[in-house]
């Protein structure tokens, strides 16, 4: 229990009111986030619908991403403004409520034919789902950012950590429910699973994500007027500047400042939610392409395995990354910070078709998810620090639109620039146990990388010129 002080309506001294400790708030973010950060699974989930429904083509199968990731960052914005007037508990249980139900929903996309299932599964899994995160989302990190004004940047990074870990948990398990088989984490097995299918393993997670969610949600709340840490005082301004105001929404987006935030965040989340969407079908189009084909169901479990343990182990460093630039942040500052992770994620995708070696390939994913997740830690933290924290969830909810444009640029460059290289068939088991001849299309996905890796180093070259806002553009919100 830490304490703040309230104004005394009597006078004198202000009495000392309790709070709760912020490190519960924490608690409360992580479980909310890693249970949102499932929305990194869904290229487990591409190969099997497109053995499902055989006439879907690259485009049609990727579209659910693109909408997820656009609804999502949409529904931050009114997630944002609604957490800033009605507290973040509400919101982010509504959010848990909505992603939960659309995932159950996006159960019954197996009873449609081709052409409806994939209407069903955008309202469901992409609409509702996205805009059930983006409600649920910025809740954790408005929330973190005001309880611990000392930390901001480690701190955003903790926030968010648990949306990058997501992947990490539920790739391995949707993998499993979806073929049955052992729950694996870095290949060890650890439990055996029901199999499921594509379609139930939707229902087994949308159940788990609302459960979840709406418990972590329980331990979000705002600290009182006034807070900061004990021991802390706020920096003051250099040399006699007048103090830094909250700018209101309309205040920041005057601001060119903002502008190139928002273009060099866009840049960032093409790159990372281009290789985070994509990472086990092009491990898979790796690995098929050397082979003669039909590729026999062994074969094509293992390959589909080291795909899934690829978005896993790629969770891993998305995770780490909102951590460990989010602290690198608050040392060498969030400019040099920025220049750093765009040159470095750059390099890896204008390498990335080049590593084909399942070692390499790992390396080249993982320095992008270690960088993308830099990006989520340091732009809500360089937001704080530019316009204060009064209209953070509103403020930073339009930043986010950068991150569903890049959620529907990344993965559509991934499917537009995707050459198609030869159609191999592969061996899979059907429901009855017997074994059936299906394809998989190996793709060459080189032109899309380098275009994305481009726009990092431009981006890089971009963040060079970005400085705060000067006092004359403040707002007096």
């Known amino acids: 229990m830490t304490t703040a002080a309230v104004p005394d309506p ?21 479980v909310i986030q890693v249970s949102l950060g499932a929305v990194y ?22 579209l659910p991403a693109q909408i997820v990731l656009a609804a999502f960052a949409l529904a931050v914005i009114f997630g944002g403004r609604f957490q800033d007037r009605f507290g973040p508990r509400v919101v982010a249980t509504l959010g848990g409520l909505i992603l939960g139900g659309g995932m159950i929903l996006a159960r019954f996309s197996g009873d449609f034919s081709s052409g409806p299932a994939l209407v069903w599964l955008i309202i469901t899994y992409s609409v509702l789902g996205g805009l059930g995160i983006g409600a649920a989302y910025v809740c954790p990190i408005a929330t973190c950012v005001k309880w611990f004004p000392d930390k901001r940047g480690l701190i955003t990074g903790l926030a968010v950590a648990g949306f990058g870990a997501g992947a990490f948990f539920f790739a391995p398990l949707a993998k499993a429910f979806i073929s049955g088989g052992h729950y694996q984490l870095l290949g ?7 199999k499921l299918g594509v379609f139930n393993t939707f229902l087994a997670l949308g159940l788990i994500f609302l459960v979840a969610i709406v418990l972590g949600a329980q331990l979000l709340r705002n600290p009182p007027a006034g807070y900061k840490p004990p021991g802390w005082n706020p920096p003051q301004p250099a040399g006699g500047a007048p ?82 630039w989010g602290k690198i942040s608050d040392n060498l500052g969030r400019k040099a910070t920025l220049v750093a992770m765009f040159l470095l994620c750059g390099v890896a995708m204008l390498l990335l078709n080049s590593f084909r070696a399942y070692g390499l390939y790992l390396v080249g994913i993982c320095v992008v998810g270690l960088c993308f997740g830099g990006y989520l830690a340091l732009y809500p933290a360089v937001i704080a620090d530019f316009y204060g924290t009064k209209h953070l969830g509103f403020n930073y909810g339009w930043m986010f639109t950068a991150y ?4 529907i640029v990344g993965p559509f460059l991934a499917a537009w620039l995707m050459r198609v290289k030869a159609t191999a068939a592969y061996l899979t088991a059907d429901a009855a146990g017997g074994t059936v001849e299906k394809a998989f299309t190996v793709g060459n996905y080189q032109l899309a990388f380098v275009v994305a890796g481009i726009m990092c180093v431009a981006a890089a070259l971009l963040t060079l010129l970005l400085r705060a806002p000067r006092p004359s553009q403040e707002g007096t919100a």
């Open 404 to 407: 569903g444009a890049g959620g």
């Open 10 to 30: 009597k006078g004198g001294p202000p009495p000392v009111a309790p709070t709760m400790n912020r490190w519960l708030v924490v608690v409360g973010a992580l």
């Open 41 to 62: 699974i869904w290229s487990v989930f591409q190969t099997p619908l497109k053995g499902v429904f055989q006439s879907w083509t690259e485009t049609q199968v990727t």
């Open 243 to 324: 103090a830094r105001t909250d700018f209101a929404p309309r205040q920041m987006l005057s601001t060119w400042q903002f502008w190139l935030l928002w273009i060099t965040y866009f840049a960032g989340c093409t790159a990372g939610l281009q290789v985070i969407m994509k990472a086990s079908p092009v491990w898979q189009s790796f690995a098929i392409e050397p082979l003669t084909p039909p590729v026999d169901a062994d074969t094509f479990g293992s390959i589909a395995a080291a795909g899934a343990m690829a978005v896993a182990i790629l969770a891993i460093f998305n995770s780490l990354g909102r951590i460990l």
């Open 188 to 194: 060890a097995n650890l439990f055996s699973l029901p």
